[in-house]
């Protein structure tokens, strides 16, 4: 209770007077899920080295209940006019594979670039509105940060050393994101009172298939689930 | 003769000068200056191959805080290391230097027959070369796309290629407006009695060398400008339908051929060889007929063979594209001229090496250079003969065997010619004989490194390794083997740059002697060395122009006094 108490009172604080609340939920997957497929590293013996089971291409992660990682959930259309996190958001290569798969991190935030692995990465980003990067890490160079300076619908990272390396990133100009666990759940504090459009995004379904729903904050939490269902046959 | 009747200022007569000899000391210093840039980013890249990704010591905060030569970079450093080291060094310093300053006075002439448009030759090279730099620093660093800038990657890389582009345009302006130049003055201004088989073979060879300029030049010019439209204005001269880049289907309009872009190029590009080999020919042959003070064996065997050679080097181009897929029928075609212009070649070197036999050889510092040419470009020469077939060259293609190939052509080779040319002719251009002490451990020392760094190569590329990997192979199990001649490379490479600290030393302290008031130090026979000051007068050359009555190699005549007959002397 003291730390519900706390969270509101931190929440006040943080958005200068107005009541705000945490956006919690979970995202499903309706139906048959596909099954993974297995990332050949063999181009690379370090990458395939890493891995003592083989790595799975981490497109659509879902478990036995249905439960769907990697979805960015985040509100549309959000005025924020707080501060922009000084934290690092951490994107690391590690085993050959991205960590985390699927990110959003706010414009003007650090993005700290890792290299855990004991071979040369490329990162190649795809932005359209912010610039375009694309710069080697060899084995040597365990960490760069860079910045977004725009916000932007999510884009590709990859890397063009292993082409079975592949990432999304979305960019906010707020904080009101958040991407799913492997549990299908996800979280968004500090949300002022009002109600929003939601909107979440999965790997597989695109762009062009987001779901969205309204959301309302009301007196400290709001619930919000979504369901991706595979597309009928027509 | 010279020229007084405009009063001369030290700006038109140092800077904005139109006398053949100022532009042609302009191009010297200026493309002197560039091989060291182009062989300092080489000296960087050797390190990186050496000791991959670890970091640079004492100028790696240029490449950023962590120091480190990033693969980018690395292809940034390759690509303009090729272009400065040909186009902005050996070709500017062998047809602008050599060819501005001598040919003239090898001839008999005044000047050269357009000597504005030579200023203007020289302008736009000094202004192309500047723009090529500029690159390096607009963002993603210079042209990354090698020095051949194949489309589509060229043309969809970063901001640097366009500058590149442009710079490439105003450097073959300018070539064409040199060669243009040398030709009209050889047909033109020889002087009475200088007929074609009096030239000497350096005027020869400038003379070939300018057809080829302004024949192969054109192409990539207009190659230059389509690629500069594809990037800026849209086209897709060199793009074709649906290529997909960075995982995203490109959305020009598609239609356009990457291969064409080959061969245009390599229309220009092969003919470029002979570019750089036919002035080193040229400098070598005067240098061995002045000190092995005989005539040269086969006077109209080399004249013959060069401009057999200037005809061929335009039907072998493709031997550079065989694995582009081209079909059986000019796979052969091909073959066989390339096996074709291998005789040409082997003439002129078989002249060269059959003029040292019986002569009284003087082993001066331009000759050691000059001895040293001929087996250096029998192994480049020789090594190019499994890449003209194609069932080799699909082996051996991209590999390191053709980094040492060619660079034996061009390194050993020509540049050791230009070497020999600097030490045989500064006398007549400063009036002062270079340090035949310092001249020698330079000469020495590089001939050793030289092959310690170009040796190794042929090694690495039969094993298998490729060209352009940034951390030199260590990523790939086919090159375990041989990885160690990295260092051995490394190493060599960087003892040649010590190397050249003996002529830069040589250079500056000659520079600071008093003339030496010697007309012609080496006893030659041609009227640059005969008729003219040391150095010469200014804009005019001579104080009367020279009437010629013989042949340029006219050394130990039987019959007289001395071992030399000028061209002038009557007889």
Known sequence: MNKLLSSITLSFIVTGGLIAGEITGVVKYIGKPPKAKRLRMDADPVCAASHQEAAKAETFIVDAKGNLANVIVYLKGV???????????????????????????????????????????????????????????????????????????????????????????????????????????????????????????????GSKRTLSQQVTVKGGSATLNFNFERPKKK | MSDNHTKETFFTKYIWSID??????????????????????????RYQLAYPDTQIPFIGWIFGEDKLLLPEKYNSLGAMHGTIMIFLGVVPLAFGAFGNYLVPLQIGAIDMAFPRLNAASYWTYFLGSIIMVVGFFVPGGAANSGWTSYPPLADVATAGQTVWLLGMVMLITSSLLGSVNIMVTVIQLRAEGMTWFRLPI??????????????????????????????????????????????????????????????????????????????????????????????????????YAMTFLGFMSFVVWAHHMYLTGMGTTMGAFFQTTTMIISIPSVVILTALLLSLWGGSIRFNTPMLFALAFLPMFGIGGLTGLPLGLAAADIHLHDTYYVIGHFHYVVAPGTLFALFAGVYFWFPKVTGKSLNESLGKLHFYFSFIFM??????????????????????????????????????????????????????????LTLFKARTGEINPWNATTIDWTETTSPPLGHGNFEKIPVVYRGPYEYSVPGSKIDFTPQTEKG
Request: aromatic letters at 12%.
């Open chain 1, 79 to 205: 005025k924020y006019s707080g501060n922009t996190p000084t934290q690092p958001v951490e994107l690391d290569q590690a085993g050959c594979v991205y960590s985390p798969h699927v990110m959003g991190v706010m414009a003007g935030q650090p993005v700290k670039i890792l290299n855990s692995d004991a071979t040369m990465h490329n990162i190649h980003g795809l932005p359209k509105i912010n610039r375009e990067f694309n710069f080697g890490m060899p084995k040597t160079l365990k960490e760069k940060t860079i910045t977004f300076d725009k916000s932007e619908d999510v884009f590709v990272v990859k890397c063009d050393v292993h082409p079975w390396m592949k990432s999304f990133t979305q960019v906010f100009d707020h904080p009101y994101f958040a991407v799913t666990g492997t549990d299908g759940k996800f979280s968004i504090p500090n949300v002022p009172d009002g109600t929003y459009e939601a909107i979440a995004w999965q790997e597989r379904f």
């Open chain 2, 202 to 303: 350096f005027v020869w060879t400038q003379f070939i060398t300018a057809f080829l300029l302004l024949l192969a030049f054109p192409p990539l010019e207009a190659a230059g400008i389509l690629q500069l439209m594809d990037r800026l204005a849209g086209t897709s001269f060199f793009l074709p339908t649906g290529l997909v880049v960075s995982g995203e289907v490109l959305t020009n309009a598609g239609g356009g051929s990457p291969l064409l872009w080959q061969h245009l190029f390599w229309f220009l590009a092969h003919p470029e060889v002979y570019v750089l080999i036919l002035p080193a020919f040229g400098i070598i042959s005067e240098i061995i007929a002045n000190n092995t003070r005989k005539p040269l064996s086969g006077y109209k065997s080399l004249v």
């Open chain 2, 20 to 45: 053949h000899k100022v532009i042609g000391i302009q191009y010297g210093i200026t493309a002197l200056l560039w091989l060291l840039v182009g062989f300092g980013l080489m000296m960087v890249m």
């Open chain 2, 451 to 508: 092959n310690g760094v170009f040796m190794p190569m042929f090694i690495q590329g039969l094993a298998g390794v490729s060209r352009r990997l940034a951390d030199g192979g260590q990523a790939y199990a086919h090159a375990a083997d041989v990885i160690y001649l990295n260092e051995i490379m490394s190493w060599s490479a960087w003892l040649l740059g010590m190397a050249q600290l003996f002529f830069i030393a040589n250079v500056v």
